[in-house]
Structures are given as C-alpha cells and as structure tokens.
C-alpha cells in the first residue's frame, strides 16, 4: 500500500493515534487525576478531613460494623434479579466479610458478599458494601460519592460504560492502540536521540506542536508503554476470559487442588461454629512479618466462610513499602485462631505479575513517585492534545480549500476532549460544593452535572469551530480555556466559604490533600487565563487584518 | 534528601549528556568548536552522575521502587531540560565551565 515502511508506520500513526486519541486522552487525564484519588475524595467530602487511619480492632469495631450489614446493596439486588432463575430469595445467606485499607485512607471500605440461591451461575455473589468512620464505625451516607476514587478513577478505565462491559472493551482496544502508536512513533520519528531535548518554541506554530509532541513523548516514553502495557495486563481477565470460558472445568479443578494443597477449605462445612479472636491472629500476622523484616500495617482482612466450621481468616499486609499491591498472605482458623499457613514467597512469574499490576495501581506509601506519576500522565495528555492540534493545523487549508469538513470535526472533538473534560471535571467539584447537603441523590446529581456540563461543552465545541472550515482558528479554544480558568478559581473559593478550610488554615495545619488540591485547582486557573491571554492575540491580529483590507 | 540528590544528579547528567552534542554545545558556546575529547569527557562524566544517581535511589527504595523512581526522575530531567535549553540555556553554563573548547 506504501512504498516504505516508514509511510506505512505513519498512517498507523495518524489514524489510529487520530481515532483512538479521543478515548486515551479521557484515560490519560483521569488516569493522572486518579493518582491522588484520596486527595480528591477528601476535597469532595469534608466530613472525612482526618488523618489516615490503620485497620481497627476487629473485634470491638469491625465486627459489630459487618454484623450489621445484613443484606446486599439495593442495586446489587437489582442487579441480581437477572442473574436468577425465579424470584430472588428473601434472604441472602452472609458468605465472606472483607475490609481494605491504603496508607491514604482516614475512611474504611467494608465489604460483605452474600450467597445468591437459586444463581443461575452458582459462582455469582451479591455483595453489600459500606464505607466507615473506623474511629467509631459509624456509617458514612452512601449518598456521599467518592469523587475522586469512585467516579474519576473507574472512569479511567471503563469510560463507565458498564453495559456488556463496552467502556472495558474500548479503552483496552485504546491502550493496545497507544502501543502500537508508540513503536510507530518512534520508526517515523527521525531523529529520535539527536532531537531528544529539542523545543523550539520561537519557531513556527506546526514545529512547536511538534517538538512539543516529540518531547512529551519521548522523555516519557517508558511511563507512557509500561502504563498502556501494565493496563492490560490488569484486565487481562476481561480480555481473555478463558477461566470463565472454554478452562472452566480447570480453574475449578485448580481451585479444590488448590485447597487441598494449602489447607483452606473451598467450600463451607455447613456445621455452624464461633470466631474466635482476630485482633490475636492480626498480632500474630504482625510479628510473623516483623520477622521477615517487613512493616505490619494490615491492608486486606478477609473472612472466609463467615461463622462455618471451615472458616478462616486471611491477613494481608499492606504493600506501602513495595511496588506489589498486599501480600505476605497469613492465614488462620476462624473458630480457633490457629495458624493454618503462610504464604510461601511469590513465584517468579507471580511476582512480575504483582509488579506490573502493582506499577499501575501504585499502593505504595512514596509522594515523589506519585508526582512522577502525575507528570507522566499529564505528559501524555499533552502528546495527545498537540497530536491533534498538529493534525488540524496540517489540513485545515487543504480541507478549506477543497471544502472537507474533516479538519474542523477533529478540532471539535479536540476542544471537547481537552478543554471540555477540564470543563466537565472542575464543574463537578464546584457542584459539589455548591448542592445542598441534604439533597435526594446527590450523588447522582454530581455525576448528572459532569455528564452534561461535558456535554454542553461539546456542542459549543462544534458550534465554535465553523471557521476551521475557512482555514482560520477556532475561537472555541480561547471561549472554553476561559470557562476553565474561571472554574479552577471558583473551586477553591468555594471550598473555603462552605467549610471554611481556606489555603491559610490548610497550610497551616500541614493538611496536605485539601491544601495540595486548592493549590492544584489555583494553579489550573492561573495557567488557564495566560492561556486565553495568548490565544487572544491571532485573533486580534487577524481582525485587524480583516479591517485593513475592507 | 537522598532522592533529592539522586534528582539533581540526572538532572546534571543528562545536561553533561546533551551538552556533549553539537547543536546544544553551541547554544552556550556559540563561538567555540566543541572538541571530540571534551565531547567524550562530558559523555563519560554525565553518564557516571547518571550511574550514581541510580545508586541513590536503590540505597533509598526497594529495588522495585527504585527503579520506577529513577526512570521517571529522568523523565522530568529531560523535560525541564528541553524547557532550560529553549529559554534560559545560559542558565546551564556552570555545568560546563570546567569543559575546555
């Protein structure tokens, strides 16, 4: 089709960079967002502005907490009604309570997953879940969304398009893309080394796009791989579903040899029998890895086959001071608190797993990599952005002239994806804090403003951008980074008159998720309006040209 | 402390690095040709603060961490450094003041 492989290696480059930037660029900026995830949730939720808490006792706070969370979620239930033959049951029989906990969390997630008669899969579960003060146990509201960890973050990576797992699909088709854009990206580049620290920004606008694009990259080539790379190894099992599919019969073979291999019962006695003491088997797990030479702070507590005579209870340490997520897994008897095994160390195959999936979802207790991090990611929106605007500004005078519509589309969809997700997320917060507190659903009502502000944005995207079609610049780009400036200011202000936590105070008290976001959201601000400043000046120029020549 | 170190040594390094080659040279040195022996010199030295600074990090972090952190410390090493050489690369100069031309 091309007569070199370097043309070739282009147009993969410029289509599927083109098609599937408008997906990665949304991955990349939440996925960067999703970096301080906590920090966000503690913006957005001021009633949990506490210092991080370890997992407390389980037998004076945890236990009460579980044993009160007597039937699944109400969507989960809804969500069952399809997977049962018949009527769903009246009661849902407790199967596994579980609680996780990151060195970043002041709140608690508890889990309780529920045994569904009558699944038509007997392997499905239904699950009730709550979120805790574990200073006292009390619940938080459910209303009460997570911005940051529950919205922001599984955006990330399926779009929250839940439906056949379509937004899963997308982006990991997205992320194999982004591997395929990168070799390519670096066969066409020519000059890969010899240019590596080259921006040129007095130069004309198409070579600063593209040093710019180069640059961004290229210095961040190996975060940019490892995270499309380590991404799919994540959701590898939606992906090839092979343990649910054609190996079933195996995984389940694999999974009662498993049990008798290591002493954890699969399946549940069906003889009623006490739990005894878990803080003593926590004591005893904490001195097992001070042995080893590890630090003791409980990540994952699990109990398996609540109040069964084949119980146990599996103690996971927290992976703060590792890049892999929990481990050194300890596990007991839950009616006798005896010892039934400890993990071996990880396999050498395991352990490369652990490290990718580790990598990305990045549990670990270490601030500098976690700006790394950020800077990788907003590094990559920035090669996105400017791939488009490279694309745009190399055809909008062809296309002008042949009166095609296909650069002014792309500038569109740029504006919607660049501003208008900026737009979208800042006016969530300010929503956030401007919805009365006792509102019905207000969670949703959070979402709803994301989703329509986003929206609004990307028709006054399209609307803006007709005198692309002329071959000139948008003045969308300059009207939405507006809007953006003004958002990433009210936010902060906001954020001080409804809790009073202003940047004195903040800083201050060394409280670093709120200061460190409205420093976050001032600086966006400042960046934005020198932004608009600039973008104002072409057009300017060009009014004035116009008025010259009439 | 340590990683802050670590941090400006592969900021130094990759500038030694850049340096050593023709087109960045002249942007401190408009003047001076760029000798193939200091060219080597400022290779050697800028990939031995390179060395180095992984050192740092692995005596700081597990080698896991260690690893990521280095990577991505050069990272914004070499973004910061684009960024020095478009608009203040005189800025640089002390890095090479010791470099014969």
Do not use: M, Q, Y
């Given at each position: 089709m091309y007569q070199t492989f370097r043309q070739s290696m282009t147009w993969l480059h410029t289509w599927f960079g083109l098609v599937l930037g408008f997906v990665l660029i949304v991955v990349f900026f939440f996925g960067a967002l999703s970096v301080f995830d906590r920090e966000i949730d503690r913006w957005a939720q001021?009633?949990?502005?506490f210092a991080p808490q370890p997992m407390p006792s389980f037998d004076h706070l945890l236990r009460p907490v579980f044993e009160r969370i007597t039937e699944p979620d109400p969507d989960a239930i809804e969500l069952a009604r399809s997977l049962v033959d018949g009527p769903l049951p009246e009661k849902y029989p407790v199967m596994d309570w579980s609680a996780y906990t990151t060195h970043r969390d002041p709140v608690l997630d508890v889990y309780v997953s529920f045994d569904l008669p009558?699944?038509?899969?007997?392997?499905d579960h239904v699950h009730g879940h709550q979120t805790i003060d574990?200073?006292?146990g009390t619940q938080l509201p459910?209303?009460?969304?997570?911005?940051?960890?529950?919205f922001f973050y599984p955006l990330h990576y399926s779009?929250?398009?839940?439906w056949m797992e379509l937004g899963y699909w997308i982006v990991g088709f997205a992320a194999l893309s982004m591997l395929a854009a990168l070799v390519s990206g670096v066969v066409i580049h020519r000059k890969i080394f010899r240019e590596l620290f080259t921006f040129r920004p007095q130069k004309q606008r198409q070579r600063v796009n593209l040093d710019l694009h180069n640059l961004t990259g290229v210095v961040a080539l190996p975060f940019h791989f490892f995270f499309a790379f380590t991404g799919l190894v994540i959701f590898a099992g939606i992906y090839f579903p092979v343990s649910e599919t054609q190996l079933h019969p195996l995984v389940e073979a694999h999974e009662q040899a498993a049990a008798a291999a290591t002493?954890?019962?699969?399946?549940?006695?069906g003889i009623a029998a006490p739990l005894a003491s878990v803080d003593a088997m926590v004591g005893d797990a904490q001195r097992r890895w001070a042995a080893r030479g590890m630090g003791g702070d409980v990540g994952f507590l699990f109990v398996n086959h609540?109040?069964?005579?084949?119980g146990y209870v599996s103690i996971y340490r927290a992976g703060t001071d590792r890049i892999?997520?929990?481990?050194q897994g300890i596990h007991y008897?839950?009616?006798?608190?005896?010892?039934i095994r400890e993990d071996p160390p990880e396999t050498a195959i395991a352990s490369v797993n652990e490290f990718l999936t580790g990598l990305h979802l990045q549990?670990?207790?270490?601030w500098l990599l976690r700006f790394l991090y950020l800077f990788g990611g907003l590094a990559g929106c920035v090669c996105i952005a400017t791939g488009f605007l490279f694309f745009v500004e190399k055809r909008k005078q062809q296309h002008a002239r042949d009166g095609v519509a296909g650069a002014r589309i792309v500038d569109a969809l740029a504006v919607a994806t660049i501003t208008g997700t900026l737009i979208a997320a800042l006016s969530m917060l300010v929503a956030n804090r401007l919805l009365?507190?006792?509102?019905?659903?207000r969670d949703e009502w959070q979402k709803n403003v994301f989703w329509l502000t986003w929206l609004a944005s990307g028709i006054h995207a399209f609307w803006r951008t007709t005198v692309v079609q002329d071959g000139e610049s948008a003045p969308a780009w300059r009207e939405q980074t507006l809007v953006v400036a003004v958002l990433a200011v009210a936010a902060p202000i906001l954020n001080w008159l409804t809790t009073g936590d202003h940047l004195l105070v903040t800083l201050q008290a060394r409280y670093w998720p709120v200061a460190g976001i409205d420093l976050f959201l001032l600086a966006t601000g400042v960046l934005a309006g020198l932004v608009a400043h600039r973008l104002r000046r072409p057009a300017l120029a060009h009014t004035r040209l116009a008025a010259m020549k009439s | 402390m340590m990683l802050l170190l670590a941090f400006l040594l592969s900021f130094a390094g990759l500038a030694l690095l850049a340096l050593s080659m023709e087109r960045h040279w002249r942007q401190l040195r408009a003047t001076q040709p760029l000798p193939n022996s200091t060219a080597r010199l400022l290779r050697i030295v800028g990939s031995a603060a390179l060395a180095i600074s992984l050192t740092l990090c692995l005596a700081v972090d597990h080698a896991s961490m260690a690893s990521l952190v280095w990577v991505m410390t050069l990272a914004v090493s070499a973004f910061v450094l684009a960024m020095l050489l478009a608009w203040?690369?005189?800025?640089?100069a002390p890095l090479i003041s010791w470099a014969r031309s």
């Open positions: 001021p009633a949990t502005r009558n699944a038509r899969n007997p392997d574990p200073r006292s459910a209303s009460d969304l997570k911005i940051g960890s529950e779009l929250h398009l839940e002493g954890l019962p699969h399946d549940p006695a609540v109040g069964d005579a084949n892999a997520l929990t481990g008897k839950a009616s006798t608190g005896a010892l549990h670990f207790r270490h009365p507190e006792n509102l019905v659903d | 203040r690369p005189g800025w640089l």
